[in-house]
């Protein structure tokens, strides 16, 4: 007879992720953020690095947007911020991206169903964005305080999953601080550590920066649709555009 730990079979990935689901869903009413660590496990998580770590050296990452960053003189010095490659995880050598990508799917959706008759934080959560994967070269690059979702363009969550071995924050940086609204001047920092996942309000209620990183830094982000609010942001966009 097997061990029970080697029986990750279906019901204990259900009670997982039932598990997870309540984790979140509490987290989120009570403070918008919710980290969960162990999220994959070891072996599935570092399979979903070494898929990332492979398109990253097959160069299929393109340059992320330009940080000019005023230099000591004043001169204009631009650093690279992060790169990023779009995904749906059905692509070819994708396929432990996409059980990632599932997986997050399923505590969502999940949350949605379970909590006061269908909604997370008051949203019906019916669709997602591609899995952007983004690195940091790690020459200093960082990425600038900003809200994900300033205008109401119908992302409600943002989660990212992080993969990042040993990382030792004092000398990587690379730290996601985030200025929960409400939270008066507390701040949630949030170390990019491997196999652990981050969930956010989308919304100006959790401005967030990263700080310079000095070591390569990889993220995996997906952002979640409210069907109200993408619905509305896509008839304004009609509008606009015709
Ligand atoms: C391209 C893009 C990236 C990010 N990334 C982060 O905020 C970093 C989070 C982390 O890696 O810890 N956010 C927005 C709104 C856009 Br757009
Ligand atoms: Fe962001």
């Not at 652990?196 to 995996?220: C, G, M």
Request: proline share 3%; aromatic share 12%; glycine share 8%.
């Amino acid at each position: 007879l097997l061990p029970p730990f080697l029986h990750r079979n279906r019901n204990n990935l259900e009670e997982f992720i039932d598990k997870i689901c309540q984790y979140v869903i509490r987290d989120m009413d009570k403070y918008g953020v919710c980290v969960v660590d162990k999220f994959l496990g070891m072996e599935k998580g570092l399979a979903v690095l070494n898929e990332v770590l492979y398109m990253y050296s097959a160069g299929l990452f393109e340059d992320g947007q330009l940080v000019s960053n005023k230099g000591s003189t004043n001169d204009l010095k631009t650093i690279r911020g992060d790169q990023i490659i779009w995904l749906d995880g059905k692509e070819h050598q994708c396929q432990n991206i996409g059980m990632l990508i599932s997986r997050v799917d399923a505590i969502i959706m999940r949350a949605n169903k379970m909590h006061n008759n269908g909604k997370i934080g008051n949203y019906t959560i019916n669709g997602r964005t591609k899995a952007m994967v983004a690195c940091y070269p790690g020459h200093g690059s960082h990425y600038v305080k900003h809200v994900d979702n300033p205008n109401r363009d119908g992302r409600c969550i943002t989660a990212i999953y992080y993969l990042n071995r040993d990382w030792d924050i004092k000398e990587n940086g690379g730290l996601l601080r985030i200025f929960p609204e409400g939270w008066r001047d507390q701040v949630a920092d949030i170390e990019p550590l491997f196999d652990r996942i981050l969930f956010f309000w989308s919304d100006r209620r959790n401005p967030h920066e990263v700080q310079p990183a000095y070591k390569t830094r990889y993220a995996i982000t997906l952002w979640y649709f409210d069907a109200e609010e993408r619905n509305q942001a896509c008839r304004r966009y009609q509008r606009e555009s015709a």
